[in-house]
């Protein structure tokens, strides 16, 4: 198996971002004082064969990109963040085989079905396995609301892969979001994070606790700290993310499309910064 699908494997697991199963159905998203709805990705997370109940709004210029960084700075809360402020929709590996594992296997695809079973033995999900995943839903890339892909491309494979569809597509990518933090902020963030026995709600000890110590607010359910939440695992997963991270910022960075993002402060923060950073790097290519 590849050193890729190894990363893959692992994160999907470990989830960083500690997203319940996206639901099939369209839900209501409190955004300011005006509430609106949004896409339900069923396309994205049921395959091709299905149709998303409120496609995105078509843009002139849509914003297609790529999220990367280390586990804990906060990708998947950027990219919920993002779809609301850009209408770009996100599109999470991660919630796609969440979601699959909740679908009857007679409507998985032969990729889904595969992924799976790696999955439930506990081995490696190849590379090819993940691209061809990622492939049968290529009709999500050409949404004309745009995209924002967090948990892939993870590997130079499939970086390379993807760069090829979106040519041949003719497709642009906008740019590649790398966001950055130190490594002593990421241990610190994720170290403090609590889970539920009961329901899995994520709370954090200093940043966000529960209202009474050790006790969920949502069930009552007993709080506790995941095993690879210590900072000893920690260190092994950003060592893992390192390896093979490294070659694909290089990668992008070569392609001029790596738009580095400091992950400090909150996430509403933490977006802000990524839209001007957008919105400069835009002009700076249109002015070209």
Known sequence: MSQGGAVLTLLTVIDITAK????????????GMSTQTKNDRAS???GPSAQCTVPPKAVGDPWRLILLGAPGVGKGTQADLLNVRLGACHLSTGDVFRAAKMQEACVLSPAMKAALEYMRRGDLVPDATVW??????KGCLRCDGGFILDGFPRTLS????LKSLM????????????????VSAIVAR????????TCKAVYHASERPPKMAGICDRCAGK????????????????????????????????LGLLLPVAATGSPEDICARTISAL??????????
């Open 279 to 288: 919105t400069a790097w835009r002009a700076r290519v249109s002015a070209r």
């Open 223 to 254: 709080l506790f700290q995941r095993e690879d939440d210590r900072p000893e695992s920690i260190s092994i997963r950003l060592e893992a993310y390192d390896r093979s991270t490294a070659p694909l910022i290089a990668f992008y960075r070569k």
């Open 132 to 137: 061809d995943m990622v492939h049968e839903r």
């Open 158 to 161: 499939q970086a390379a892969s």
């Open 20 to 31: 319940s199963a996206a639901s099939p159905y369209p839900y209501k998203e409190e955004v």
């Open 190 to 197: 994720l170290s403090g994070r609590r889970t539920c026995q």
């Open 167 to 182: 040519e041949s597509e003719g497709l642009p990518l906008t740019a590649v979001v790398n966001y950055e933090l130190s």
């Open 44 to 46: 994205w997370l049921q």
